[in-house]
């Protein structure tokens, strides 16, 4: 089992056990709306903010394979260079946003949609490439730059295990631009 079935199966298990403390527990006759405990409120809070730092982090990854399709698409001379370094970024992309959540913000209250609505706002239309074939190469690696340094920067709040793959894909990222201006001729 990996790490991560291991984590799903004890956070299982907490929230049954919670789930049975509660039931055991007297309300001395009245009948109303219980109150969440404060551990389900933290556990409620950190979710939410697991589900925000994934969306952003998705969110970045997609900007950045709509650059490389934009680029490949103006310059498809460069398709023999660009397209092993797209298809790593299409499988980040798709590894940010697995991990058993929708890659959707966990939205219980108004206030906690608007906090994350705020915080994953849409990603701006895609910037058509440079006509220069090397313009494009630099304007490409600087979009890798960028999101090699937002996945670098969402390291401090992510959970240890989201932490390596965002520090994998940062690293990627990072190499990804070297290859596009300094590892290889264009």
């Avoid at 933290?42 to 998705?58: I, K, N």
């Avoid at 980040?92 to 890659?103: D, M, P, S």
Wanted: with cysteine; net charge positive.
């Amino acid at each position: 089992m990996t790490t991560t079935g291991r984590r799903a199966l004890l956070r299982a298990g907490a929230a049954a056990g919670a789930a049975a403390l509660v039931g055991c527990t007297s309300s001395g006759g009245e009948e109303g709306p219980r109150k969440p405990s404060a551990a389900e409120l933290e556990a409620e809070q950190v979710a939410r903010a697991e589900a925000a730092l994934r969306l952003r982090s998705v969110t970045a990854a997609r900007g950045l394979l709509e650059r490389y399709d934009t680029t490949l698409a103006a310059h498809p001379a460069l398709a023999p260079r660009l397209t092993p370094l797209r298809r790593s970024v299409a499988a980040h992309t798709k590894a940010l946003g697995e991990g058993g959540t929708t890659v959707r913000p966990v939205t219980t209250s108004p206030s906690a949609s608007a906090s994350t609505s705020a915080s994953a706002s849409p990603a701006p239309a895609p910037v058509p490439a440079p006509a220069d074939p090397r313009a494009a190469l630099k304007e490409l690696a600087a979009a890798e730059r960028k999101a090699a340094d937002q996945h670098t920067n969402a390291l401090l709040t992510a959970p240890p295990e989201y932490a390596r793959l965002l520090a994998s894909v940062a690293a990627a990222g990072a190499a990804h631009a070297y290859l596009l201006t300094e590892g290889a001729p264009a």
